[in-house]
């Protein structure tokens, strides 16, 4: 079984929607535990609008269930243009799991929303020049990807532009300007990793494992965050 962990219950069910397609029963929780009858469990810790040391305490508890439940591997499941306690939520997890890196990699080249030379774009346009500027919780009033973020207590964060090391204590986090380059972080997936971003990040890493699935992208698939 794959866990997940998502910040509100639209990510958790775009997750599940992942998993379908590539032939996998999924679940979504919000509360007690996992039915054992499919092979993607998705927890909504509904998390979003929480302050940072709740929605770490939800995450680190999601993480807990998952593990204890019997998951294989963990994904924390993060908004796309990073809205939340992505670190917060991040961080909780890798200590939960007793994890000294992580991969972030929260782009959805599919949907136009990039990451490239530190900036974040959305359909060709620096993301504080779009609407979602003007986001009444979370407004993303910079472009700079590590300004979106809030720093990490614990561990090191760091924007990979070009070089993939992922270095002991710290959270990378990969640029993406296309699907191929969420692809090929895919296969910087390892143990002791905690993988975490947005959702073609995930089918990517299902990609993986399961060869031969539909792509993320075809035309049926859920656009969301």
Known sequence: ????????LTGAAEI?????RHG???????RGNPSGRTEVVCVDTDSRSCAADEAGRRAAAAAKLLRTAGALWIYKKVDSVLRGQVTAEVEAVMKQLQLNRALLLPANPSLGRVIRDGQYFVRGKLIHKT???????Y?????QVLRLLKPPEKFL?????GDRTLADGTIVVGEAATPED????????EAGMLPAGGSEFFSALLDTSFPGAPAYGRRDSPRTD
Not at 24 to 30: F, T, V, Y
Not at 139 to 143: D, I, K, L, N, Q
Not at 182 to 189: E, I, K, L
């Open 139 to 143: 407004p993303r009033r910079a472009s």
């Open 24 to 30: 996998l029963r999924a679940e979504i929780i919000r």
């Open 157 to 161: 964060i760091r924007l990979a532009n």
């Open 182 to 189: 969420v692809q090929g972080w895919a296969g910087h997936r």
């Open 16 to 20: 599940g929607a992942v998993g379908l």
């Open 131 to 137: 609407e979602f500027a003007r986001d009444p919780e």
């Open 1 to 8: 079984m794959i866990g997940v962990i998502a910040d509100d």
